[in-house]
Protein backbone atom coordinates (compact mmCIF):
# COMPACT_ATOMS: atom_id res chain seq x y z
CA UNK A 1 0.00 0.00 0.00
CA UNK A 2 1.26 3.52 -0.83
CA UNK A 3 2.17 5.88 2.13
CA UNK A 4 0.11 8.72 2.35
CA UNK A 5 1.40 12.11 1.43
CA UNK A 6 0.95 13.34 5.05
CA UNK A 7 3.95 10.39 5.74
CA UNK A 8 6.50 10.95 3.12
CA UNK A 9 5.90 14.87 2.60
CA UNK A 10 8.05 17.36 4.60
CA UNK A 11 5.60 20.08 4.36
CA UNK A 12 3.51 18.12 6.42
CA UNK A 13 5.55 17.05 8.91
CA UNK A 14 7.25 18.46 12.03
CA UNK A 15 6.31 21.89 12.67
CA UNK A 16 5.87 22.48 8.83
CA UNK A 17 2.66 20.03 9.83
CA UNK A 18 -0.95 21.37 10.51
CA UNK A 19 -2.67 22.63 13.50
CA UNK A 20 -6.47 21.55 13.09
CA UNK A 21 -7.91 23.35 16.10
CA UNK A 22 -9.57 26.06 16.00
CA UNK A 23 -9.46 27.89 19.66
CA UNK A 24 -8.61 31.15 22.20
CA UNK A 25 -6.24 31.54 25.54
CA UNK A 26 -6.72 34.70 27.25
CA UNK A 27 -3.71 35.81 29.74
CA UNK A 28 -1.02 33.99 28.46
CA UNK A 29 1.94 33.12 30.41
CA UNK A 30 4.76 35.94 30.00
CA UNK A 31 8.28 36.13 30.75
CA UNK A 32 9.41 39.07 31.20
CA UNK A 33 7.22 42.05 30.78
CA UNK A 34 5.19 43.51 27.86
CA UNK A 35 5.64 46.80 27.12
CA UNK A 36 2.49 49.12 27.93
CA UNK A 37 3.26 51.29 24.94
CA UNK A 38 2.69 48.23 22.79
CA UNK A 39 -1.32 48.34 21.98
CA UNK A 40 -2.69 46.28 19.47
CA UNK A 41 -2.84 43.15 17.39
CA UNK A 42 -0.45 40.99 15.77
CA UNK A 43 -1.98 38.64 12.85
CA UNK A 44 0.20 36.02 11.05
CA UNK A 45 -1.36 33.80 8.43
CA UNK A 46 -0.06 30.50 6.76
CA UNK A 47 -0.77 27.67 5.10
CA UNK A 48 -2.57 24.89 7.26
CA UNK A 49 -3.87 21.69 5.42
CA UNK A 50 -7.73 20.64 6.83
CA UNK A 51 -7.79 17.62 5.05
CA UNK A 52 -5.20 14.56 3.81
CA UNK A 53 -4.24 16.09 0.30
CA UNK A 54 -5.53 13.99 -2.89
CA UNK A 55 -2.29 14.33 -4.23
CA UNK A 56 1.16 15.77 -4.26
CA UNK A 57 1.07 18.49 -1.81
CA UNK A 58 3.08 21.60 -2.31
CA UNK A 59 3.13 24.30 0.90
CA UNK A 60 1.42 26.94 -1.24
CA UNK A 61 -1.49 24.74 -1.57
CA UNK A 62 -2.51 24.66 2.23
CA UNK A 63 -5.88 26.16 3.72
CA UNK A 64 -5.17 29.11 5.39
CA UNK A 65 -4.82 30.18 9.51
CA UNK A 66 -4.94 33.11 10.83
CA UNK A 67 -3.18 33.06 14.57
CA UNK A 68 -3.13 36.15 16.07
CA UNK A 69 -1.97 37.71 19.47
CA UNK A 70 -3.64 40.84 20.87
CA UNK A 71 -1.53 42.84 22.98
CA UNK A 72 -2.75 45.16 25.80
CA UNK A 73 -1.80 46.71 29.50
CA UNK A 74 1.19 44.35 29.51
CA UNK A 75 -1.22 41.17 29.11
CA UNK A 76 -1.76 38.94 25.69
CA UNK A 77 -4.54 37.16 24.44
CA UNK A 78 -4.45 34.61 21.74
CA UNK A 79 -6.90 33.20 18.69
CA UNK A 80 -6.79 31.45 15.72
CA UNK A 81 -9.09 30.59 12.76
CA UNK A 82 -9.20 29.14 9.61
CA UNK A 83 -9.96 31.10 6.53
CA UNK A 84 -13.31 29.64 5.61
CA UNK A 85 -13.23 29.49 1.57
CA UNK A 86 -15.85 28.02 0.06
CA UNK A 87 -13.27 24.98 -1.21
CA UNK A 88 -12.97 24.88 2.44
CA UNK A 89 -16.94 24.69 3.44
CA UNK A 90 -17.11 22.52 0.32
CA UNK A 91 -14.48 19.81 1.81
CA UNK A 92 -15.81 20.08 5.21
CA UNK A 93 -19.20 18.89 3.69
CA UNK A 94 -17.51 16.26 1.89
CA UNK A 95 -15.43 15.13 5.04
CA UNK A 96 -12.01 14.99 2.94
CA UNK A 97 -10.00 16.82 0.41
CA UNK A 98 -11.70 17.59 -3.38
CA UNK A 99 -9.01 20.11 -4.36
CA UNK A 100 -5.96 19.28 -6.18
CA UNK A 101 -2.68 21.43 -5.66
CA UNK A 102 0.03 23.13 -7.81
CA UNK A 103 2.32 19.95 -8.16
CA UNK A 104 -1.17 18.31 -9.94
CA UNK A 105 -2.10 20.60 -12.68
CA UNK A 106 -1.44 17.51 -15.03
CA UNK A 107 -4.61 15.29 -13.53
CA UNK A 108 -7.01 17.46 -15.93
CA UNK A 109 -6.85 20.31 -18.20
CA UNK A 110 -9.18 22.03 -16.14
CA UNK A 111 -7.70 21.90 -12.46
CA UNK A 112 -10.06 23.44 -9.74
CA UNK A 113 -7.93 25.83 -7.24
CA UNK A 114 -9.48 26.92 -3.82
CA UNK A 115 -9.30 30.39 -3.19
CA UNK A 116 -7.35 29.41 0.19
CA UNK A 117 -6.53 33.12 1.59
CA UNK A 118 -3.32 31.59 3.17
CA UNK A 119 -0.24 33.50 2.49
CA UNK A 120 -0.41 36.94 4.42
CA UNK A 121 -2.83 39.53 5.92
CA UNK A 122 -3.64 43.03 5.98
CA UNK A 123 -5.39 45.90 7.63
CA UNK A 124 -6.50 48.84 5.18
CA UNK A 125 -9.20 51.27 5.47
CA UNK A 126 -11.05 49.09 8.50
CA UNK A 127 -10.86 46.27 6.54
CA UNK A 128 -8.94 43.37 7.27
CA UNK A 129 -7.67 40.84 4.21
CA UNK A 130 -6.54 37.42 4.08
CA UNK A 131 -4.71 37.76 0.47
CA UNK A 132 -3.16 34.76 -1.75
CA UNK A 133 -1.90 36.13 -4.80
CA UNK A 134 -4.23 33.34 -7.15
CA UNK A 135 -7.96 35.02 -5.85
CA UNK A 136 -9.50 37.76 -4.82
CA UNK A 137 -8.82 38.98 -1.02
CA UNK A 138 -11.03 37.45 1.68
CA UNK A 139 -12.66 39.77 4.43
CA UNK A 140 -11.67 38.99 8.33
CA UNK A 141 -13.27 40.39 11.24
CA UNK A 142 -10.49 42.18 13.00
CA UNK A 143 -11.43 40.99 16.48
CA UNK A 144 -13.28 37.37 16.05
CA UNK A 145 -11.10 36.49 13.26
CA UNK A 146 -14.33 35.43 11.33
CA UNK A 147 -14.82 35.09 7.91
CA UNK A 148 -17.26 37.69 5.77
CA UNK A 149 -16.02 36.65 2.57
CA UNK A 150 -14.72 37.44 -1.18
CA UNK A 151 -13.83 41.45 -1.10
CA UNK A 152 -13.69 42.93 -4.52
CA UNK A 153 -13.47 46.23 -3.52
CA UNK A 154 -17.20 47.50 -4.85
CA UNK A 155 -17.13 45.28 -7.97
CA UNK A 156 -14.23 47.09 -9.62
CA UNK A 157 -11.51 44.31 -8.93
CA UNK A 158 -12.61 41.13 -10.81
CA UNK A 159 -9.17 39.28 -11.06
CA UNK A 160 -6.61 38.74 -8.23
CA UNK A 161 -4.86 40.47 -5.98
CA UNK A 162 -1.35 39.67 -4.70
CA UNK A 163 -0.37 38.88 -1.17
CA UNK A 164 1.95 41.64 -1.27
CA UNK A 165 0.40 45.21 -1.65
CA UNK A 166 2.01 48.11 -0.35
CA UNK A 167 1.05 50.72 2.74
CA UNK A 168 1.84 54.36 2.32
CA UNK A 169 2.03 55.29 5.45
CA UNK A 170 2.60 59.26 4.72
CA UNK A 171 -1.03 59.34 1.90
CA UNK A 172 -2.67 56.38 3.33
CA UNK A 173 -2.47 54.88 0.03
CA UNK A 174 -2.57 51.01 -0.63
CA UNK A 175 -0.86 50.26 -4.03
CA UNK A 176 -1.05 46.27 -5.26
CA UNK A 177 -1.11 44.61 -8.29
CA UNK A 178 -2.57 41.22 -9.74
CA UNK A 179 -1.32 38.86 -12.33
CA UNK A 180 -2.31 36.16 -14.30
CA UNK A 181 -1.00 33.24 -17.01
CA UNK A 182 -3.69 34.83 -19.27
CA UNK A 183 -3.97 38.45 -20.65
CA UNK A 184 -3.59 40.98 -19.26
CA UNK A 185 -0.57 38.77 -17.48
CA UNK A 186 -0.48 41.80 -15.32
CA UNK A 187 -3.08 44.49 -13.75
CA UNK A 188 -1.71 47.43 -10.90
CA UNK A 189 -4.31 49.17 -8.92
CA UNK A 190 -3.64 52.09 -6.68
CA UNK A 191 -6.59 52.34 -3.78
CA UNK A 192 -6.83 55.58 -1.81
CA UNK A 193 -7.05 55.90 1.80
CA UNK A 194 -11.10 55.42 1.77
CA UNK A 195 -10.52 51.93 0.63
CA UNK A 196 -11.84 52.80 -3.12
CA UNK A 197 -9.28 51.96 -6.23
CA UNK A 198 -8.40 55.38 -7.79
CA UNK A 199 -6.42 54.61 -10.74
CA UNK A 200 -6.10 50.71 -12.56
CA UNK A 201 -3.52 50.44 -15.56
CA UNK A 202 -3.06 46.87 -17.40
CA UNK A 203 0.39 46.01 -17.90
CA UNK A 204 2.32 45.14 -20.68
CA UNK A 205 4.49 41.89 -20.31
CA UNK A 206 7.38 40.37 -22.60
CA UNK A 207 5.66 36.56 -21.08
CA UNK A 208 3.69 35.63 -18.12
CA UNK A 209 5.30 34.88 -15.20
CA UNK A 210 4.63 34.27 -11.50
CA UNK A 211 5.20 37.68 -9.93
CA UNK A 212 5.01 37.20 -6.12
CA UNK A 213 5.89 40.94 -5.19
CA UNK A 214 6.85 44.68 -6.70
CA UNK A 215 8.38 47.55 -5.07
CA UNK A 216 7.21 51.40 -4.41
CA UNK A 217 8.90 54.20 -3.85
CA UNK A 218 7.85 57.81 -3.56
CA UNK A 219 7.75 58.48 -7.01
CA UNK A 220 7.20 54.97 -8.36
CA UNK A 221 6.35 51.28 -8.57
CA UNK A 222 8.64 48.45 -9.94
CA UNK A 223 7.51 45.31 -11.33
CA UNK A 224 10.17 42.33 -11.18
CA UNK A 225 9.44 40.17 -14.36
CA UNK A 226 11.91 36.72 -13.26
CA UNK A 227 12.50 34.11 -16.17
CA UNK A 228 9.98 31.63 -14.26
CA UNK A 229 7.27 31.02 -16.98
CA UNK A 230 4.07 30.14 -16.92
CA UNK A 231 3.95 27.11 -19.75
CA UNK A 232 0.07 25.49 -20.22
CA UNK A 233 1.60 23.97 -23.07
CA UNK A 234 3.68 21.75 -21.58
CA UNK A 235 1.97 21.48 -17.93
CA UNK A 236 0.07 18.73 -19.00
CA UNK A 237 3.55 16.66 -19.81
CA UNK A 238 5.88 18.36 -17.40
CA UNK A 239 3.77 18.40 -13.87
CA UNK A 240 4.39 22.06 -13.56
CA UNK A 241 2.47 25.08 -14.95
CA UNK A 242 5.93 26.84 -14.38
CA UNK A 243 8.97 26.71 -16.38
CA UNK A 244 12.65 28.00 -15.43
CA UNK A 245 13.88 29.72 -18.67
CA UNK A 246 17.06 31.79 -17.14
CA UNK A 247 17.87 32.44 -20.72
CA UNK A 248 14.95 35.23 -20.80
CA UNK A 249 16.78 36.93 -18.09
CA UNK A 250 15.39 39.33 -15.35
CA UNK A 251 13.56 42.37 -15.90
CA UNK A 252 12.55 45.59 -13.87
CA UNK A 253 10.39 47.10 -14.86
CA UNK A 254 10.02 51.40 -13.46
CA UNK A 255 7.09 53.19 -13.79
CA UNK A 256 5.06 56.36 -11.59
CA UNK A 257 2.90 55.30 -9.34
CA UNK A 258 -0.02 56.63 -11.07
CA UNK A 259 1.87 55.74 -14.47
CA UNK A 260 0.62 54.27 -17.69
CA UNK A 261 1.37 50.67 -19.03
CA UNK A 262 3.64 53.04 -21.85
CA UNK A 263 5.23 54.65 -19.44
CA UNK A 264 7.26 51.74 -17.91
CA UNK A 265 10.71 51.68 -18.22
CA UNK A 266 12.39 48.22 -18.73
CA UNK A 267 15.76 47.51 -16.96
CA UNK A 268 17.64 44.09 -18.28
CA UNK A 269 19.96 42.19 -15.68
CA UNK A 270 21.47 38.76 -15.10
CA UNK A 271 18.61 35.65 -14.33
CA UNK A 272 16.87 35.05 -10.96
CA UNK A 273 13.82 34.79 -8.91
CA UNK A 274 12.54 37.18 -6.10
CA UNK A 275 9.97 36.37 -3.99
CA UNK A 276 10.61 39.43 -1.37
CA UNK A 277 12.09 42.98 -2.01
CA UNK A 278 13.15 44.25 1.55
CA UNK A 279 12.76 47.57 0.21
CA UNK A 280 13.09 50.54 -2.45
CA UNK A 281 13.59 54.45 -2.47
CA UNK A 282 14.30 57.24 -4.74
CA UNK A 283 17.82 58.27 -5.13
CA UNK A 284 18.31 61.57 -7.27
CA UNK A 285 17.17 59.89 -10.76
CA UNK A 286 18.13 56.20 -9.34
CA UNK A 287 15.91 53.66 -7.80
CA UNK A 288 17.91 51.43 -5.46
CA UNK A 289 16.26 48.39 -5.08
CA UNK A 290 17.23 45.34 -1.70
CA UNK A 291 15.24 41.91 -2.27
CA UNK A 292 16.20 38.42 -1.02
CA UNK A 293 17.65 37.06 -4.99
CA UNK A 294 17.58 33.49 -5.45
CA UNK A 295 19.89 32.71 -8.10
CA UNK A 296 17.71 29.37 -9.39
CA UNK A 297 14.30 28.64 -8.83
CA UNK A 298 12.56 25.15 -9.20
CA UNK A 299 9.73 25.64 -7.17
CA UNK A 300 10.34 24.50 -4.10
CA UNK A 301 9.33 20.89 -4.56
CA UNK A 302 10.94 18.69 -2.15
CA UNK A 303 10.55 15.61 -3.90
CA UNK A 304 12.19 16.54 -6.69
CA UNK A 305 15.75 15.31 -7.95
CA UNK A 306 18.29 17.70 -7.35
CA UNK A 307 21.85 18.70 -8.25
CA UNK A 308 23.90 19.03 -5.32
CA UNK A 309 26.28 21.58 -7.32
CA UNK A 310 23.28 23.76 -7.56
CA UNK A 311 22.31 24.02 -3.77
CA UNK A 312 23.69 27.18 -2.83
CA UNK A 313 21.76 28.93 -6.00
CA UNK A 314 18.83 27.82 -4.71
CA UNK A 315 19.26 29.79 -1.48
CA UNK A 316 18.46 33.77 -1.24
CA UNK A 317 20.82 36.35 0.07
CA UNK A 318 20.46 39.96 0.35
CA UNK A 319 21.39 42.19 -2.55
CA UNK A 320 21.33 45.22 -3.56
CA UNK A 321 19.89 47.01 -7.17
CA UNK A 322 20.88 50.16 -8.36
CA UNK A 323 18.53 51.24 -11.00
CA UNK A 324 19.13 54.17 -13.75
CA UNK A 325 16.40 54.17 -15.77
CA UNK A 326 17.62 57.03 -17.94
CA UNK A 327 20.82 54.89 -19.04
CA UNK A 328 19.00 51.63 -18.61
CA UNK A 329 21.44 50.22 -16.29
CA UNK A 330 21.01 47.62 -13.58
CA UNK A 331 24.37 48.14 -10.43
CA UNK A 332 24.12 44.80 -8.90
CA UNK A 333 25.78 44.67 -5.08
CA UNK A 334 25.44 41.48 -2.68
CA UNK A 335 24.95 42.94 0.72
CA UNK A 336 24.74 40.17 3.82
CA UNK A 337 26.18 36.03 3.58
CA UNK A 338 22.83 35.06 5.56
CA UNK A 339 20.97 32.39 3.48
CA UNK A 340 17.39 34.07 4.35
CA UNK A 341 13.84 35.10 3.61
CA UNK A 342 11.31 37.06 4.45
CA UNK A 343 12.95 40.62 4.65
CA UNK A 344 10.94 43.60 6.37
CA UNK A 345 11.69 47.36 7.22
CA UNK A 346 10.09 49.53 9.65
CA UNK A 347 6.48 50.06 7.75
CA UNK A 348 6.77 53.91 8.18
CA UNK A 349 9.60 53.49 5.83
CA UNK A 350 8.03 51.62 3.08
CA UNK A 351 9.18 53.39 -0.42
CA UNK A 352 11.49 55.66 1.62
CA UNK A 353 15.11 55.25 2.76
CA UNK A 354 15.52 52.81 5.13
CA UNK A 355 19.18 52.11 7.02
CA UNK A 356 17.68 48.95 8.74
CA UNK A 357 15.95 46.13 7.80
CA UNK A 358 15.17 42.59 9.59
CA UNK A 359 14.66 39.09 7.87
CA UNK A 360 14.55 35.29 8.61
CA UNK A 361 18.01 33.36 8.52
CA UNK A 362 19.24 29.81 8.17
CA UNK A 363 21.40 29.44 11.48
CA UNK A 364 25.21 28.43 12.29
CA UNK A 365 23.68 24.68 11.51
CA UNK A 366 23.10 25.42 7.83
CA UNK A 367 20.38 23.95 6.09
CA UNK A 368 20.59 20.81 3.59
CA UNK A 369 17.30 20.25 2.99
CA UNK A 370 16.25 23.39 1.35
CA UNK A 371 13.07 23.40 2.72
CA UNK A 372 12.30 27.40 4.40
CA UNK A 373 12.96 26.76 7.89
CA UNK A 374 15.02 29.52 9.04
CA UNK A 375 16.22 29.29 12.87
CA UNK A 376 17.85 32.63 13.56
CA UNK A 377 16.46 36.23 12.62
CA UNK A 378 18.79 38.71 11.57
CA UNK A 379 18.64 42.93 12.15
CA UNK A 380 20.90 44.14 9.27
CA UNK A 381 22.43 48.01 9.47
CA UNK A 382 22.83 48.85 5.84
CA UNK A 383 24.69 52.28 6.76
CA UNK A 384 27.47 50.31 8.76
CA UNK A 385 28.88 48.14 6.11
CA UNK A 386 25.88 45.94 6.03
CA UNK A 387 26.91 45.42 9.67
CA UNK A 388 24.57 42.57 10.99
CA UNK A 389 22.87 41.55 14.71
CA UNK A 390 21.66 38.12 14.71
CA UNK A 391 19.85 35.53 17.27
CA UNK A 392 20.34 32.64 16.91
CA UNK A 393 17.43 29.69 18.10
CA UNK A 394 19.49 26.66 17.45
CA UNK A 395 18.47 23.42 15.23
CA UNK A 396 15.24 22.91 15.32
CA UNK A 397 13.49 25.77 16.31
CA UNK A 398 12.57 27.72 13.82
CA UNK A 399 12.02 30.98 13.57
CA UNK A 400 9.50 33.24 11.78
CA UNK A 401 8.92 36.51 9.69
CA UNK A 402 10.03 39.71 12.02
CA UNK A 403 7.89 42.67 12.39
CA UNK A 404 9.46 45.94 13.51
CA UNK A 405 7.04 48.25 15.90
CA UNK A 406 8.39 51.84 16.11
CA UNK A 407 7.66 53.23 20.52
CA UNK A 408 5.65 55.58 19.20
CA UNK A 409 4.47 56.82 16.00
CA UNK A 410 7.82 59.55 16.11
CA UNK A 411 10.22 57.50 16.93
CA UNK A 412 13.53 56.58 15.24
CA UNK A 413 13.83 53.88 12.95
CA UNK A 414 14.58 51.43 15.12
CA UNK A 415 13.91 52.79 18.47
CA UNK A 416 10.90 50.36 19.24
CA UNK A 417 10.81 45.89 19.30
CA UNK A 418 10.87 43.25 16.64
CA UNK A 419 7.99 40.56 17.33
CA UNK A 420 8.16 37.16 15.67
CA UNK A 421 6.95 34.01 16.38
CA UNK A 422 9.50 31.01 17.25
CA UNK A 423 8.69 26.83 17.33
CA UNK A 424 10.22 25.78 20.63
CA UNK A 425 11.03 21.92 19.58
CA UNK A 426 11.48 20.71 23.08
CA UNK A 427 8.30 22.04 24.50
CA UNK A 428 6.13 21.78 21.00
CA UNK A 429 4.66 24.90 21.01
CA UNK A 430 5.86 28.12 19.91
CA UNK A 431 6.62 31.60 21.24
CA UNK A 432 6.03 34.94 20.72
CA UNK A 433 9.13 37.30 20.99
CA UNK A 434 8.95 40.81 21.57
CA UNK A 435 13.36 42.28 21.08
CA UNK A 436 14.10 45.36 21.60
CA UNK A 437 15.55 46.62 18.23
CA UNK A 438 17.88 48.11 20.40
CA UNK A 439 19.27 45.33 22.18
CA UNK A 440 18.78 42.60 19.42
CA UNK A 441 20.87 40.43 20.33
CA UNK A 442 20.01 40.64 24.26
CA UNK A 443 17.28 38.83 26.21
CA UNK A 444 13.60 39.10 24.84
CA UNK A 445 11.76 42.48 26.65
CA UNK A 446 8.98 39.38 26.62
CA UNK A 447 8.46 35.94 25.58
CA UNK A 448 5.18 34.89 25.60
CA UNK A 449 4.23 31.38 25.94
CA UNK A 450 1.44 30.38 23.46
CA UNK A 451 -0.46 27.04 23.92
CA UNK A 452 0.58 24.66 21.37
CA UNK A 453 2.81 25.28 17.85
CA UNK A 454 1.85 27.44 15.12
CA UNK A 455 3.22 25.63 12.01
CA UNK A 456 5.22 27.64 9.98
CA UNK A 457 3.98 29.84 7.70
CA UNK A 458 4.39 33.01 5.57
CA UNK A 459 3.40 36.70 7.10
CA UNK A 460 1.97 38.57 9.57
CA UNK A 461 1.78 41.94 10.18
CA UNK A 462 1.12 44.08 13.35
CA UNK A 463 -1.94 46.36 13.51
CA UNK A 464 -2.07 48.81 16.50
CA UNK A 465 -4.96 49.62 18.99
CA UNK A 466 -6.99 52.82 17.17
Not at 131 to 147: A, G, I, K, N, Y
Not at 386 to 400: A, D
Not at 424 to 449: K, M, Q, Y
Request: glycine share 8%; charged share 25%; net charge negative.
Amino acid sequence: MAARESEVNPFLRGNFAPWRMEGEAPDLEVEGQLPRELRGTYYRNGPNQAFEPIGRYHWFDGDGMVHAIHVEDGRAHYRNRWVASEGLQEERAAGHALYPGLLEFEATEAPRFKVTGNTNIVSHAKRLLALVESSLPTELDHRTLETRGLYDFAGKLAGSMTAHPKLDAQNGEMLFFGYSPFPPYLQYYVVDRSGAIVHAEPIDLAWPSMIHDFAVTEKHVVFLLCPIVFDLEKALSKGSIFSWEPERGTRIGIMPRRGRSADVRWLETDPCYVFHPMNAYDDGDDVVLDVHRYEELLFMNPNAARDPSSHDKQIAHLHRWRLDPAKGSVRSEPLDDHGGEFPRVDERLVGRRHRFGYFAATGPEGNDSLLPEFTSVVKIDLERGSRTEVRPHGKGNGCGEPVFVPRRDDSAEDDGWVLYLAYDHERNASDFLVVDARDFTGEPVARVRLPHRVPYGFHGNWVGAS
